[in-house]
T-cell receptor
């Protein structure tokens, strides 16, 4: 089955700097890769996703890149703000199911 | 706004006392999921419905059951909650089908279950 590894588990950056979170997956048949942001006590919120026929996608300060050959994908957040502090999960999807990475706790220091 | 709704947001039950959590959606999505999430961990899929077809994960305990009476509603029943079942329970929905099934999945706010 699919296995998703996510790094780092914790990340602390200065406000205004960039943050990068990386994930690798094992199943070459996975074709959809979403990123979720989860704030304390809330459900995961979909923030950006990428499909296997695309190499990069950007939405304002957030971008995701996908390298199908290497089976890894990354989340890039630029000009970080305090409200970006949360836990971020990557996931890989095959058929109807998502497999999640272990999560990254991102802290933005003012 | 179309959304995924979970009730209640907080539920306290006693050890061994059956409890039901509910989820409703206004997205008209084919697929509904139930996840268990413990502190500092990723969501763990318990089961999902594709329309009326129930799909159980191999490692989901028999103590957990689910019902989907119609497209909009799905319930999670925990027949005899143990202390280890205390967690956040998340409902999610997705469109089914598609050439490669690559539709977005949206989560509800979750129900925090406490077992005393």
């Amino acid at each position: 089955g699919e296995n998703v590894e996510q790094h780092p588990s914790t990340l602390s950056v200065q406000e205004g700097d960039s943050a990068v979170i990386k994930c690798t997956y094992s199943d070459s048949a996975s074709n959809y890769f979403p990123w979720y942001k989860q704030e304390l006590g809330k459900g995961p919120q979909l923030i950006i996703d990428i499909r296997s026929n695309v190499g990069e996608k950007k939405d304002q300060r957030i971008a995701v890149t996908l390298n199908k050959t290497a089976k890894h994908f990354s989340l890039h957040i630029t000009e970080t703000q305090p409200e970006d502090s949360a836990v971020y999960f990557c996931a890989a999807r095959r058929a109807q199911k998502l497999v999640f990475g272990q999560g990254t706790r991102l802290t933005i220091n003012p | 706004d179309a959304m995924v709704i979970q009730n209640p947001r907080y539920q306290v039950t006693q050890f061994g006392k059956p409890v039901t959590l509910s989820c409703s959606q206004t997205l008209n999505h084919n697929v509904m999921y139930w996840y268990q999430q413990k502190s500092s961990q990723a969501p763990k899929l318990l089961f999902h419905y594709y329309d009326k077809d129930f799909n159980n994960e191999a490692d989901t305990p028999d103590n957990f059951q689910s019902r989907r009476p119609n497209t909009s509603f799905c319930f999670l029943d925990i027949r005899s909650p143990g202390l280890g079942d205390a967690a956040m329970y998340l409902c999610a929905t997705s469109r089914g089908g598609g050439a490669r099934g690559e539709y977005e999945q949206y989560f509800g706010p979750g129900t925090r279950l406490t077992v005393t």
